[in-house]
């Protein structure tokens, strides 16, 4: 079967019997969003519109695609002071990336692809903080620091490349195809509109926190085959086996004969199903095997043994019961349950009774064995007991996890710009309206590059997002003017309280009284955390729920007393960070969200 997708390449346009006709020219090879166009323009000329994916931008890179490199995995690596060298590794990791790292337990063989784990092999969640020059490979725990010495395989779980793949970074309206050879150029003559973004991965938290996964615990279900669980199954048909039929010395075809018990093997086998009895080992057990004479080497077995191992298996079983038992826990490794206990009624051995009467008998006895199913009789699987917890950090400590806490990970639009210069007028319009001395923003070679001199030519910075919270909240952005706006955030940082215009993040505050003891746990995962609240003049015991305003509550101020609060002073915050090579991430001003911090003397209109 052949199939074969299309691709759009021309749209026509008719209105009031005029046509306009739109090229898709240039796709991206990854995404197969169009980067070129043209389309006819009133007098009947080409204009070209270029887009160009962000993640063409070198800086932009972990904007990528996941596929690039989720799965790979490198076995028997050396992590010494949480560095791994490997040859070429950037081709291989991303910063980002969230990787399980294995400590094999060597005495277990494995399969040569290194997908088979032992059972006492440890694994570790790490994340790759850096790649530097190319070859060291810097490793971190949970909490920030170093991962622990010691040889690993490392498998990437969660890539670095966060798909954002089709976020564009450039935009631009041209007179002329920028199409040169094999390259993408923005003729600086053609030039009837240009814009930029420029994007960053690194953002601001309210307080430092680290994140503890949450607790799992095995939880197994029975394995639910024709509405009976496989516990009952496997009794009826050991049952059957045992009592009903000949074990030691004839098979019997369970297709016809047990067809409830052998429910749970139509899976594993096919054909004509015949188990044969038989008595070996010496741990004085009776073996029941599945035989498929289609299929020789499918087969199943169905091991009974005494549980005491001592007691010889007896040649004559009365009855058989599986025990009811519940499998909640499982077992230590959460694997499935292939073992189950019972009790067995058989005929001892022969007595000769003192009554001539009475002759030979064989006494009544029970004993206790265990059975070995070649199906699992409960399936189980780890599951989280409860969520994850969010814990505060100790006061003084600046190492943190960015991946864990949000700061670092996140690819959100930091600034965009747009190309203010003089246009050129010609006699006729057909030729007007291109800039006249237009420099592009961008390198004309791939991947792209910012260009050198951009801040002091015609580009201008017309917005910048100043302060993101870990919500992908805005909540303090620049204008062209530089001008600020800001936000504020309460009742858990769920609700906007306040927004003022000309003035920055920690310089407005709002107290209505409503939300000091608010607690709203889905939407404010720091509520177990005292964080620095960003404008409350005192304690909710204070405020008085029997007078208010337009709210709940409201502030008692006695006569003769006055409620007083000092804060910080309000410190501008450095510019962009720019991320340098480390082996850990130690947190700076760049990164706490002040609570408020008024500017002195400073006006507000």
Known sequence: MIYRCGLLEETIAFDNGAQISTHNLLRDRESGEVVLQDVENEFGDKQYNLTYPARWLAANSGMNGAYRNTGVQFNQQNVAAGTVTLANADKYFRQGDEVVCISRDAGIPRSTDGTTYGSTDTFTTAWIMNVDEG?????????????????????????????IINMP??????????????????????????????????????GLFESAPPVYSCSCSHNQITKRNAV??????????????????????????????????????????????????????????????????????????????????????????IDSRSFDDGDGDCNDIYTATGTITYLGAPVVSQSLTSGITRPRLTARVTITSCVPLANCQ?????????????????????????????????????????????????????????????????????????????????????VADVFGRAIESKDALGNYRAELYGYGFSLPIATASNAQ?????????????????????????????????????????????????????????????????????????????????????????????????????
């Open 135 to 163: 070859q060291y490979v810097r490793l971190i725990d949970r909490a920030g620091n170093k991962l622990r010495d010691g040889r690993y395989d490392i498998r990437v779980m969660r890539s670095g490349y966060r798909n």
């Open 382 to 466: 780890t599951a989280p007991s409860g969520r994850g917890e969010v814990r505060c950090l100790a006061s003084g400590r600046t190492t943190i996890n960015p991946f864990v806490s949000g700061v670092l990970g996140n690819w959100r639009p930091l600034k965009s710009w747009v190309f203010a210069t003089t246009l050129n007028h010609e006699e006729h319009l057909r030729n007007s309206g291109t800039y006249s001395n237009f420099s592009n923003f961008f390198t004309n070679n791939f991947p792209l590059r910012i260009a050198s001199g951009v801040a002091s030519s015609n580009w201008k910075e017309k917005s910048m997002l100043t």
């Open 505 to 605: 993040h920690g310089e407005i505050a709002f107290d209505g009284f409503e939300d000091y003891n608010f607690r709203n746990q889905p939407s404010n995962p720091f509520n177990s955390c005292p964080l620095p609240a960003h404008f409350k003049p005192t304690e909710f015991e204070a405020c008085d729920a029997t007078v208010s305003h337009t709210g709940m509550y409201s502030l008692v101020v006695n006569t003769g007393t006055s409620v007083t609060c000092k804060y910080a002073k309000h410190f501008d915050r450095p510019g962009p960070w720019v991320f340098t090579n480390r082996a850990v991430y130690n947190v700076d001003s760049t990164v706490i969200i002040s609570p408020f911090s008024p500017t002195p003397d400073k006006i507000f209109s």
């Open 169 to 206: 970074t450039g935009k631009f309206s041209l007179t002329a195809s920028p199409v040169s050879g094999n390259r993408l150029v923005v003729p600086e003559n053609n030039v009837l509109s240009a814009e930029a973004t420029e994007f960053s991965n690194h953002w601001q938290i309210y």
């Open 232 to 321: 009952d199954l496997l009794g009826e048909l050991v049952s059957k086996l045992l009592t009903s039929g000949d074990y030691k010395r004839r098979g019997i075809n369970l297709n016809s004969v047990y067809s409830a018990g052998v429910a749970m093997f139509s899976g594993r086998f096919s054909g004509s199903i015949v188990y044969n009895g038989s008595l070996s080992g010496s741990m004085n057990r009776g073996t029941v095997v599945g035989y498929n004479s289609t299929n020789p080497e499918q087969q199943c077995e169905l091991d009974v043994r005494m549980q005491d191992g001592t007691t010889f298996f007896p040649d004559s079983v009365l009855t058989f019961t």
